[in-house]
């Protein structure tokens, strides 16, 4: 059949001249390589020991923040999980009681807060959606598990460190 | 002389009987053209007049006497006459002036929608959404005010309250002997009870209903749920007090709310009484007539599935779990 693009490369069949058939030149050509790459900067890292800088719009774990006197700045409002397309998201909602005014900023606060690491696919739109800056997907890489229940991660692990366990 | 008045809103003609207010007559073409309304309540006597939402332009008052109104009337309070025109959407100065009443009654409303329970059916986030600017120009602090408790069935946020005066009309129409009431003058103007006395009737709860705003909010709901996450189903039950017709809420198998039904306009259609309301949340006490029909752009629609209770996520698949025998022990123990 005709090609269409004429740019087919027609390769010629011919037998091996001497030098060739020595394979000698061929093998020195490849071994230069290989050793020139000795010498060059490596292009990996030891991972667990040595981290790579995330870029600028990474997207990793999240994290539910604190205002800056140290108030969970989520207000339970849902909205992160209704524009979660995978459903990852859940929360309960609690009204705050007297006394407690130094823990939540809102009078409704979240109970519960739960993501669903698995289900989760970081496309950051709870982030996007979220009225009162809460949640950051700024985190570094969610660690693996061993059991499918162990990725639902609770308050426990989302909520930052109040400012107190941070300065000491 | 035949006993109906033509009147044309936005180039639509319409026969309607006499003493029909604007607003009614548009909503009789229904449509993009009818006017917004907080205050108005067709079926609460006396309301409207006092939101200015409503506003439209009289480009003809009358067959007799074709001068346009010199100034935008409120259209629930003004009548039609013969041969009368009027612009709604059509007249920019409508839109623009209506932009400014929306500014007005934003400018002491809380943006608390993330913490509101009415967010996602509350009348003003739809005409702050369609109607308003994205920013306010005033300066100064909200106005606010002491919370007072009015009983352990309805909770009054005044702060959200626009004034729109519809649930004391409740208390005076639909309850015997009304004890709460709008006290004070311009920026001082406030729901209360007077001496903090609880609001206890078989139709206060639907005060809460008729609230334009979450100033009025079911305290047995209140934060248990967002609108949106909680499905409406029509019920009805056998009620000696009231008709029995009723929305009910679910969040998964549980009645977490019960209100009335509303109609497109967010107005009830038959008020219920508060035994229906708090105190039957449970499907035995219900006939269940089916899912509640919702406009599709409206937030209450999203994420819901057409079967009442969802199908299971994961499917029970009993070659996987033979296969990953160890693993799903290890998650049963827990």
């Known amino acids: 059949m005709e090609a269409l693009s004429n740019r087919k490369k027609v390769l010629e069949q011919k037998p091996m001249n001497f030098w060739e058939r020595m394979y000698l030149p061929a093998i020195f050509k490849g071994m230069a390589i290989t050793f020139r790459h000795m010498f060059k900067p490596k292009e990996t890292v030891f991972y667990p020991e040595v981290q790579r800088e995330f870029s600028e719009n990474w997207r990793g774990m999240h994290s539910l923040k604190r205002d800056e006197e140290g108030r969970e700045r989520c207000t339970a409002c849902g909205l992160c999980a209704l524009s979660c397309p995978a459903e990852a998201i859940t929360m309960v909602a609690a009204e705050r009681k007297k006394g407690e005014e130094a823990l939540y900023r809102e009078e409704k606060y979240a109970a519960t807060y739960e993501i669903n690491m698995l289900r989760c696919i970081f496309c950051g739109l709870c982030e996007e959606a979220c009225p009162k800056e809460a949640i950051y997907l700024d985190g570094p890489i969610v660690p693996a598990d061993y059991l499918r229940k162990d990725f639902i991660y609770g308050k426990d692990k989302l909520v930052e460190k109040p400012l107190t366990e941070l300065t000491k | ?334």
């Open chain 2, 1 to 334: 002389m035949s006993d109906k008045v033509k009147v044309t809103i936005d180039g639509i003609a319409v026969e309607v009987a006499p003493g029909t207010t604007i607003l009614n007559a548009a909503r009789q073409i229904g449509g993009d053209i009818v006017p917004p309304a907080m205050c108005y309540y067709s079926k609460l006597e006396g309301s409207g007049g006092k939101c200015r939402t409503c506003l439209v332009k009289v480009s003809k008052g009358s067959e007799k006497d074709p001068r346009p109104m010199p100034k935008l009337v409120a259209s629930c309070r003004t009548t039609v006459m013969d041969g009368m025109e009027v612009e709604n959407i059509t007249s920019p100065e409508v839109v623009e002036a209506r932009k400014g009443v929306v500014e007005m009654l934003l400018i002491n409303h809380p943006l608390d929608c993330p913490v509101c329970d009415q967010a996602g059916e509350c009348s003003l986030q739809d005409l702050g959404f369609e109607h308003g600017a994205a920013q306010t120009r005033y300066e100064f602090d909200r106005r606010t005010f002491e919370r007072i408790d009015i009983g352990d069935k309805i909770q009054l946020h005044m702060n959200r309250c626009i004034l729109c005066y519809r649930c004391t009309y409740v208390a005076d129409q639909l309850t015997d002997g009304r004890c709460h009431g709008v006290i004070g003058r311009g920026d001082h103007a406030e729901i209360s009870t007077y001496i903090e006395k609880a609001v206890d009737n078989d139709y206060s709860g639907n005060m809460i209903d008729v609230c334009p705003v979450g100033a009025l909010t079911d305290k047995t709901f209140r934060f248990k749920n967002r609108v949106w996450f909680t499905k409406p189903v029509d019920a009805h039950r056998d009620c000696p007090t009231c008709s029995g017709k009723v929305t009910l809420w679910y969040k998964g198998e549980e009645v977490i709310r019960v209100t009335a039904r509303k109609d497109q306009y967010n107005e009830v259609e038959e008020f219920i009484c508060n035994t229906c309301r708090f105190d039957k949340k449970s499907t035995s006490d219900w006939v269940i007539e089916g899912p509640t029909a919702i406009r599709h752009d409206s937030v209450i629609s999203s994420n819901h599935y057409e079967t009442l209770k969802p199908l299971p996520v994961i499917q029970k698949n009993e070659k996987l779990i033979e296969a990953n025998l160890e693993q799903f022990q290890k998650t049963q123990k827990d």
